[in-house]
């Protein structure tokens, strides 16, 4: 079945950087997008940024953009999220997460999500 794990997450001090990764099993990596969200404490989950199925396109939140950079890698099925010069504001549960087709219709698979805190 589609799996997703992060990991990465951590405490660092804000102006430092962490790289998330997440694993990926049970399904075609290739072939499809993938997406790191973010969810903080009180907050509705928001969308961090994307990556096109072959790397070539990746877009980023306004908030993260310049700081943080995804990438993937198509052998080893994993998305990356590099994060540099963390601000207190990105503390939060970040998720990987697909769209995928299914039998009963396309559907969002997620992770269950790699904790970052960032402090002062």
């Known amino acids: 079945q589609v799996q997703l794990v992060e990991s990465g997450g951590g405490t660092v001090k804000a102006g430092g950087s962490l790289r998330l990764s997440c694993a990926a099993s049970?399904?075609?990596?290739?072939?499809?997008?993938m997406m790191w969200y973010r969810q903080a404490s009180d907050k509705e989950r928001e969308w961090v940024a994307s990556?096109?199925?072959?790397?070539?396109?990746?877009n980023y939140a306004d908030s993260v953009k310049g700081r943080f950079t995804i990438s993937r890698d198509n052998v080893q099925n994993t998305v990356d999220l590099q994060m540099n010069s963390l601000k207190l504001e990105d503390t939060a549960v970040y998720y990987c997460?697909?769209?995928?087709?299914?039998?009963?219709?396309?559907?969002?698979?997620w992770g269950q999500g790699t904790h970052v805190t960032v402090s002062s």
């Open positions: 997460q697909t769209h995928l087709p299914t039998p009963t219709g396309p559907k969002d698979f």
């Open positions: 049970g399904f075609t990596f290739r072939n499809y997008p």
């Open positions: 990556i096109s199925s072959v790397a070539a396109y990746t």
